[in-house]
């Protein structure tokens, strides 16, 4: 079965840093590995989709990169803003079409 | 466009009382249909999905249990709710697609149940 892990649970950076938020992945077995964001006591919004075959995607202030090969993917948020603050999900769909979550990384940008 | 509805948004229940919570889709047809619970500092916990109507499938042995009576109507019901259900519950869609490689989930507000 998937297990996806994702470090650090919590982050707390001052306005304007940048910083990368980690996901990895047990079974390299995925269609695609996706970065949503989730504001408190509200659903998740999807920010970037990175299929299997790609390497990374970009989107604004944010890139996301897969190596399927070690299991891994990251999320580079550019230039923090206090509305980033949210907590960041990564998600591994498997070609047994099965969406398996990360714990997520609660982000909090400070101005 | 695409909408996911979800109702009630909270919920304070007793221990031992029934539930029976909604999700509805508009703008698609044929969707797969799922439902989540997000406990406290873990995870989503995937519960039921469904490919078509009256195909509910479970993923975690609980006193939960889903229904699909429509094409785009999901709904998470329990005879007896225990303290640890509470939580918070999202339902989501997705497209069916032959790849799967754009597959993403659309997901509802989500309801807040508390069990007291």
């Known amino acids: 079965k998937q297990e996806v892990t994702q470090i650090p649970a919590a982050l707390s950076v001052p306005e304007g840093e940048n910083l990368v938020l980690n996901c990895s992945f047990t079974?390299?077995?995925?269609?695609?590995l996706q970065w949503f964001r989730q504001d408190p006591g509200k659903g998740l919004t999807s920010l970037l989709l990175?299929?299997?075959?790609?390497r990374e995607q970009t989107s604004g202030r944010l890139n996301a990169s897969l190596d399927k090969s070690s299991g891994r993917s990251t999320l580079y948020i550019a230039a923090s803003q206090p509305g980033d603050s949210a907590t960041y999900l990564c998600?591994?769909?498997?070609?047994?079409?099965?969406?398996?979550f990360g714990t997520g990384t609660s982000l909090t940008v400070i101005p | 466009s695409q909408t996911i509805h979800q109702w009630p948004a909270t919920l304070v229940q007793p221990v031992g009382s029934p539930l029976s919570l909604e999700c509805t889709v508009e703008?698609?047809?044929?969707?797969?249909l799922y439902w989540y619970r997000q406990a406290a500092g873990r995870g989503l916990q995937l519960l039921f999905y469904?490919?078509?109507?009256?195909?509910i499938s479970s993923e975690v042995p609980q006193n939960l249990s889903a229904s699909r009576p429509q094409d785009r109507q999901f709904i998470l019901s329990s005879k007896k709710l225990l303290l640890s259900d509470s939580g918070f519950y999202l339902c989501?869609?997705?497209?069916?697609?032959?790849?799967?490689?754009?597959?993403?989930?659309?997901f509802g507000p989500g309801t807040r149940l508390t069990v007291l």
């Open positions: 469904s490919v078509g109507i009256g195909q």
């Open positions: 079974d390299s077995a995925i269609y695609n």
């Open positions: 990175i299929q299997s075959s790609q």
């Open positions: 703008g698609t047809s044929n969707p797969n």
């Open positions: 998600a591994a769909l498997n070609t047994g079409n099965q969406f398996y």
């Open positions: 989501a869609w997705s497209d069916k697609t032959h790849r799967g490689w754009t597959d993403t989930q659309y």
